[in-house]
């Protein structure tokens, strides 16, 4: 039986998502997780299980201010050195601590696997820009992208199509899942309305039927427009509720302002658009039916998982989607943004894509998704359970498997051009803390 290599997997901090990945490849792999800021900036909470990796903090007391250059450096020098890997996987061709791994691979003669998902369609691309890339990415042995859309950008930059992988972009299914079930359990275990479900609506500010997004409040996110879009579709619910009310039979009104009464939004996160998305509510009267619960934390979104009728995903431009794949663990219908690098893998029979910039079109697949019936959407959910299945860690560990193998046996040579351009890149001034 052939060895297993020893691969070092960088990242800037290792959160839950990243701890997933690192125990899949953990089973496939002598892996090491190295993280060049132990600094939280996004407070996601510790994950669950036990880590079946080694964990190495390079500046575990990290404070505000990112390490400087040198220290950085240094740092990966010696983690390196002590380390001793056969592989590294680095995340990326243009995070700063990449950079200084990228260059400290090189000089150790070290071969890499970048982890990607850049597409074409991210953002504008400049030839100068996409040449510099080039260059950079002719550093790498193998690559372990997100999907279809990750694989056609590498290829573009220069990265033979027969050394990328697939599996970056992966969740914990099976904890969604468990967990999602055993709240639904929890809901349903005294019947659909009774006092379980009330208790769990009530601690948590839930109402009944809600469309669920997820999202730093951020331009990039669309969350304005995703809220005018919701205004066009309780309108148009109205307008539905007030023909039925005239001109259909007795006692219909009253069916239709309770179980096909509009859902509401809740929109998790928080960000510096939060004061811009007040006022927005404000001036569309959207108060009492948009809930914005802040920031939750791994061991909370589940709870809003669960109790969802439908995920919502507007983003203008998005790599990937993670949060998309947190809605396809939970078994919930989609609706997600044609921009969204997950959609050709992660939206298929289990939901509806739009235009990011046409809220008349989100509106549309927001009033069909609730128009359907509970078997409908159930059926949908049911797709998004299958899906899933074939984005779980597991698809991590054996890509990069694949792609640490590839690099071992075939080297990519670095040239003194790149050699040159990586240490000058390594080199540039440290970003600031978000």
Known sequence: MEPKPAIAVVFQHIGPYHHARLNAAAEKLLATGLEWSAREYYPWGAAASLARYHKVSLFPEAGDCFPGNAQLRRAFYATLQRARPDVVAVNGWNDFGSLAAANCCVCHGIPMVVMSESARGDEPRTWWKEMIKRRIVDLYSAALVGGQRHVEYLVELGMPRDRIFTGYDVVDNAYFARRTLEIRKSHLRQGYGGQAAFEIRKKYGLPENYFLASARFIEKKNLPRLIRAYAEYRQRSEVIRLRQGYGGQKGQTSAVSGENAPWDLVLLGDGPLRKTLNSQLSTLNLHPHVHLPGFKPYDELPVYYALASAFVHASTTEQWGLVVNEALASGLPVIVSSRCGCVPELVQDNGFTFDPVDEH??????????????DERQRLGDASYRIAMNFAPER??????????????DPSKASLLGRVLIRLLSQMRAPQPP
């Open 361 to 374: 079109e989100l509106a549309s697949r927001l009033s069909t998704m609730a128009s359907l019936s509970h």
């Open 396 to 409: 991590f560990g054996a890509g990069l498997e694949q792609a640490a193998h590839l690099a071992l046996r």
